[in-house]
């Protein structure tokens, strides 16, 4: 038991452990561990972002995926999804609207849907550049060439999320489809630093075949690529995939793994996921408490929303954006955090 303390003071010093020590300190989870590395992750945030909670509005562009990842709602295998996609008006609207409500950053993400060309899609970051010059254009629309990623950054886009779900070769294996590969993943992701993107990896905590070591493998990983960002959220099964009967994720097992991140990385942007307020009701919070700084509103129109469902049991599907929102700043300031109308730039681009 020490000796897990001394592995977290270890990690606060050094901000590296090596597996082993990681692979201890991820299986020493406990209640009293966890309130430990809070309070120090808590003072590591601290001189970077103090109490301020930077908001992402996300608008989910497209449900239509050529992937078939095993875990996913919207995986191209499952017929029962009603698909859909956001033309450059309405994604438009999202972001006036957005704007409104004080909004300096919008992320679209969506499935790997092809008919988003580097043409179309460059044609609505630039008008979004156009209309929002001070607004911060993140994406997450997956896997692509180092060339199209390039052409999106000149089109106005900074910042690009792509978790690698797992740094592990096998388990990605177990995870994924055979025509997707851990290797292509990390290569996207280290071309879109290169780029100069501010760029957001993560994965899911207590996925499918998950162990303590493929978790210390992600927190090397992490370490090596140093991101911007880092999303991070538990593995909720969605009714009709192959992971359907398979246990979530724990809401306690994320927030240490946030909170063991934070002091590995002290200035990276850490948000309270959907995920984690879908897994508790005080989910967010508590990702703020153990050392998150981030949360992403929904800002897609309330008719899609029910058709963008990843995992059962979403939150936030059927409130407006501006509820949302409204909802989230008390929530935020009953904990002592405040929601800040801020582009929300990340402090750890020493890349
Ligand atoms: N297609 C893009 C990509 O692959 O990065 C972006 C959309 S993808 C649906 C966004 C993230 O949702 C994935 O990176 C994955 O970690 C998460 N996700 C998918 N299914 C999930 C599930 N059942 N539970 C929790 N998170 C899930």
Redesign the pocket.
Known sequence: MTDLYKLVDKLEEEKELSLEEWTRLIEGQSSEISEYVFSKARKAREPFYGHEVYVRGLIEISNI?R?D?I????RCSNVKVNRYRLTKEEILSCCRSGWEMGFRTFVM????DPYYTDEVLCDIIAAIREEFPECAITL???ERSKESYRKLKEAGAERY???H?TANEEHYRMLHPENLSLAVRKECLFNLRELGYQVGA???VGAPYQTARHLAEDMIFLKELNPAMVGI??????HDTPFADMKAGTLEQTIYLLGLIRLMLPKVLLPATT?LGTSDPLGREKGMEAGANVVMPNLSPTEVRKDYL??DNKICVNEEAAENLRSLKARMEAIGYMVVCDRGDSKNMEN
């Not at 993400?109 to 790997?112: K, N, T, Y």
């Open positions: 995926c992937n990842c875990y996913c709602g919207i993400q969506g499935g790997e997450s629309v997956g999320l792509l978790r779900e993560g994965f899911m959220g538990p593995f909720i099964p969605h995920a990843l995992y």
